[in-house]
């Protein structure tokens, strides 16, 4: 089985990026045999859906983008979760992580390549309260109507997910509860992975 984290920050290997790793690691540590893989939208270069309902008649996408290196990545058999994480923009997500989320569509429009699939999300805000959680709900919908199983941090932090605080005077290391939303949500990620498709 296979967990896969997408960064959907505009800059490579940033605060964003940092807080999937860490994810990452958590979900490694709940299931050791599981294997995760990291994807940073930086290094991909594509448009967001134009609606020409090609991938409503085929598994294709008419736009010849780099978003066709991502689709093996999430077309892959032995996924079982995907955690997506995007710095706040304007009290939501990224341009990077909406246009991802709509060419999404092709999983959905043949056979809900998605469904029953583990999600969760983490948002990288600001400030403390920087919009996190609305962005995270924002995510949240697209995972919903992928037909996937949607989850928050888990217990004892239990919200909707990991909630990230960028600039915090120590750096986001420095940011505990934000890391420890980020840790539970990796665990949470794993454990219903290994119940749903172990």
Known sequence: MKIVGIACSPRKGKTTAHAVEECLKAVQEAAPSMQTELLELADYQFNGCVACGKCMKEFACSQADDFSRIIPFLDDPALAGIIIATPVYFGTMTSQCKAFLDRCVIFRRNGFRF????????????????????????????????????????????????????????????????????????????????TLHG
């Open 115 to 194: 469904h029953n699939k583990v999600g969760g999300v983490i948002a990288v805000g600001g400030v403390r309260n920087g919009g996190q959680e609305i962005t995270i709900q924002a995510v949240h919908a697209a995972m919903l109507v992928w037909d996937m199983v949607v989850v928050g941090d888990g217990r004892p932090t239990a919200h909707f997910g990991g909630t990230v605080w960028g600039s915090h005077p120590d750096g986001v290391s420095g940011d505990t509860f934000g890391m420890q939303t980020v840790h539970n949500l990796g665990k949470r990620v794993a454990e219903l992975a290994l």
